[in-house]
């Protein structure tokens, strides 16, 4: 069983700025920045799956959208 804590986009993200942020301001000591760096690396791959998937969904979504007839929409208007 997987028991990593499940990140969300936005706290990956403010991670990766601190990784970021340590590495520019030299706070990193030298034996750890390989785990940084390491860590970055798998924070940035998780990110751009997740924006992958939101694209994917977010084009799924458009072209439902686009495929619903307008006698269709007229009744689902909230109006």
Same mark, same amino acid.
């Given at each position: 069983? =997987?028991?990593?804590k499940?990140?969300t986009?936005?706290q990956?993200? /403010?991670?990766?700025?601190?990784?970021?942020?340590?590495? /520019?301001t030299?706070?990193?000591?030298?034996d750890?920045?390989t785990e940084?760096v390491?860590?970055?690396t798998?924070?940035?791959?998780?990110?751009?799956r =997740?924006?992958?998937?939101?694209?994917?969904e977010?084009?799924?979504?458009?072209?439902?959208?686009?495929?619903t007839?307008?006698? /269709?929409?007229? /009744? =689902?208007?909230?109006?």
């Amino acid at each position: 069983m =997987n028991r990593q804590k499940k990140i969300t986009y936005s706290q990956a993200i /403010e991670e990766l700025e601190g990784i970021i942020q340590d590495i /520019e301001t030299e706070n990193i000591d030298v034996d750890a920045l390989t785990e940084k760096v390491r860590r970055a690396t798998t924070l940035i791959k998780f990110c751009k799956r =997740n924006l992958r998937t939101t694209e994917e969904e977010v084009k799924k979504v458009l072209s439902e959208i686009e495929e619903t007839p307008e006698s /269709e929409e007229a /009744e =689902n208007e909230p109006f």
